[in-house]
């Protein structure tokens, strides 16, 4: 099958899998066969029905779980366990990818947000001065000032999970992986988290985001990827001719959710399916 991508000059590609297998306890399957390159600056989404894979390749990506089968290169590096051994491999990695969790309260542990918000920068050895710096803009971006002294548990669903992305942001990282970042969100809260993530793609980053909302995969995708009920991509494309392949959508459970298309690329408002998917997959 042929995957698309651009510019597959070696050095423009950050992850390449070929055939990746995973199975959860070594007897509940949850990848079958995945092969994908990701190219640096791509804007890339990942869609499926609950149970076809996309968590756990987007944790795959991040190196929280290893392969039971086929291979994972990160930069022409194979990742495996071993190699996070090495401290200053690990470190490297943890500056260049960033990972927002579908449920933020992963994320968020620390007495108060910005406790929660420095605390990775400071494990990777970042200098405070820098890290102060990174903060007041991040305050400014995503409009949190209000938020910094109270604790996490205290804040509604779409703070907690501005407060998750001012986390993972602080770093800096090349490469962003979101797993469902506007799942449960208020659509103001949701074009802003939108438009974010255009702009860190204009700044330079990858942006790697699992979805089940497709009214939004346009805008934050140059290329979409479908997962299947085999849990491997059984299709990948541009974001329009995906979005419009209504046989493909229909077989692959996602039809119930594409009921919005417009052509203008604002149209952000409440449906109340998309409230009703589960949070594991």
Excluded: W
């Amino acid at each position: 099958m042929v995957i698309y991508g651009s510019n597959d000059h070696m050095e423009n590609i950050i992850f390449e899998l070929k055939d990746v297998h995973f199975s959860y306890l070594g007897k509940f399957p949850a990848l079958g066969g995945v092969d994908i390159k990701i190219n640096q600056g791509q804007k890339i989404s990942v869609i499926g029905a609950n149970g076809t894979g996309k968590s756990t390749f987007l944790q795959i990506l991040d190196a929280i779980i290893f392969a039971d089968q086929g291979s994972v290169s990160f930069c022409n590096e194979q990742l495996n366990e071993k190699l996070f051994d090495n401290e200053e491999f690990s470190r490297n990695f943890r500056r260049k990818v960033g990972f927002i969790f579908q449920n933020p309260d992963v994320q968020l542990f620390c007495p108060t947000v910005k406790e929660d918000i420095v605390f990775g920068p400071l494990q990777l050895g970042f200098a405070k001065e820098q890290i102060q710096k990174r903060l007041d803009k991040l305050i400014d971006a995503l409009g949190i000032q209000d938020l910094l002294n109270r604790p996490p548990y205290q804040l509604s669903i779409g703070e907690k999970r501005k407060v998750a992305i001012a986390s993972t942001l602080i770093i800096e990282p090349e490469i962003l992986i979101l797993d469902e970042p506007t799942a449960g969100l208020d659509p103001l809260t949701t074009r802003h988290i939108i438009d974010l993530l255009i702009q860190e793609n204009i700044n330079g980053r990858t942006i790697i985001t699992s979805t089940h909302d497709l009214h939004i995969v346009e805008e934050i995708s140059d290329l979409v990827y479908v997962f299947g009920h085999q849990r491997k991509i059984v299709k990948s494309g541009l974001a329009g001719d995906i979005l419009n392949d209504t046989a493909l959508l229909t077989e692959n459970n996602l039809v119930h959710i594409h009921s919005h298309k417009h052509k203008d690329k604002t149209h952000i408002h409440p449906h109340l399916h998309l409230d009703h998917h589960g949070e594991n997959h």
